[in-house]
Nanobody, 123 residues
Framework: QVQLVESGGGLVQAGGSLRLSCAASGRPFSSYGMGWFRQAPGKEREFVAA????????YYEDSVKGRFTISRDNAKNTLFLQMNSLKPEDTAVYYCAATRNNMASRIADFTSWGQGTQVTVSS
């Protein structure tokens, strides 16, 4: 399995931006489709964005379309999530995850998870 470590979370005011990173190690990074998920207090973990193995296709949850951008650098074994125009409702722990599928959005399809990074957006 691939090991994943997220970074880049923090506290930001509404309207601000953050860039999350997810460093991968272990098996070849380019053999995994990747995704970002988030979990707010008292809520279930939910899908945010996904990217295919080569980075050519992206898929987003409706509430983040036009604000968030998922990308990857296979040469550096790193996944990114650029988050702009942040809203208080984006507050959550953000997780990166890996799937052996080329592209996926269901939690059950992802077999490796990071430990999460906290994002807090103040109003």
């Amino acid at each position: 399995q691939v090991q994943l470590v997220e970074s880049g979370g923090g506290l930001v005011q509404a309207g601000g931006s953050l860039r999350l990173s997810c460093a991968a190690s272990g098996r070849p990074f380019s053999s995994y489709g990747m995704g970002w998920f988030r979990q707010a207090p008292g809520k279930e973990r939910e899908f945010v964005a996904a990217i295919d193995m080569m980075g050519g296709y992206r898929y987003y949850e409706d509430s983040v379309k036009g604000r968030f951008t998922i990308s990857r650098d296979n040469a550096k074994n790193t996944l990114f999530l650029q988050m702009n125009s942040l809203k208080p409702e984006d507050t959550a722990v953000y997780y990166c995850a890996a799937t052996r599928n080329n592209m996926a959005s269901r939690i059950a399809d992802f077999t490796s998870w990071g430990q999460g990074t906290q994002v807090t957006v103040s109003s």
